[in-house]
């Protein structure tokens, strides 16, 4: 999936990541997971194109499809960096629900910080997960961290924040742009997934909850 034809927001005080994956060698299995989601998704099957692969690592198929997440959310929210200011987004909210920032790390403490402020802090922080090989190995035969779903369960409720954000303050302008269609597709793919695999508890989806019930259970 892409976005050509948008509008290049991304160079209006943010930057698009490229994109980030495990580089297994030609041949590996993580290369052919890969090829599978794109044929899968292609199919337009969404429900089936979460469904672990038999004989398949889950953890594998777990990191492989977060780092695809990561770059559609990001390439999302690039398209829509010129309307989402701290002006127009004082605070990091959907609907009536606002979100502080903390890693309890470089930021213990939950701050308050406006929108586009709290996407910088995500992403920077998801791709320092990512590029960390004690998290996402990077190496064939590397073991993943035997906790490795919390992490990718923590990556995704707070990636789940961008969407609702996105939903909740500027779903209009997604439509004059005719990206509506995109947004959904990815939106309903991401639903798909954390559903299929229990990655986001039904509390932190609620300020999508309407959407999401009607993606589950159409």
């Not at 994956?21 to 199919?43: A, D, N, V």
Request: charged share 20%; proline share 7%.
């Amino acid at each position: 999936m892409n976005l050509m034809g948008l509008p290049s927001s991304a160079n209006q005080g943010t930057t698009f990541r490229p994109k980030k994956r495990k580089t297994p060698p030609s041949g590996s299995k993580g290369s052919q997971l890969e090829e599978l989601i794109t044929t899968t998704l292609g199919s337009g099957n969404l429900r089936e194109a979460v469904k672990l692969p038999p004989g398949e690592d889950i953890n594998e198929w777990l990191a492989i499809n977060t780092i695809d997440f990561y770059n559609h959310v990001n390439l999302l929210y690039a398209t829509l960096r010129e309307f989402c200011t701290s002006d127009t987004c004082p605070i990091m909210n959907a609907g009536l629900y606002e979100y502080r920032w903390a890693d309890g790390v470089a930021v213990k403490e939950p701050i308050r910080v406006s929108a586009p402020e709290y996407v910088e802090y995500l992403m920077n922080w998801i791709e320092t997960q990512i590029d960390n090989e004690t998290i996402f190995p990077q190496k064939p035969g590397v073991p993943f961290p035997p906790n490795f779903k919390d992490f990718v369960k923590q990556i995704l409720k707070r990636m789940f924040r961008v969407y609702a954000h996105i939903y909740h303050c500027h779903f209009k302008k997604v439509v004059g742009l005719k990206e509506e269609a995109h947004l959904n597709t990815c939106f309903k793919h991401f639903v798909f997934f954390t559903s299929e695999y229990q990655l986001i508890d039904e509390a932190n989806l609620a300020p999508l909850k309407d959407l999401v019930d009607k993606i589950l259970n159409p």
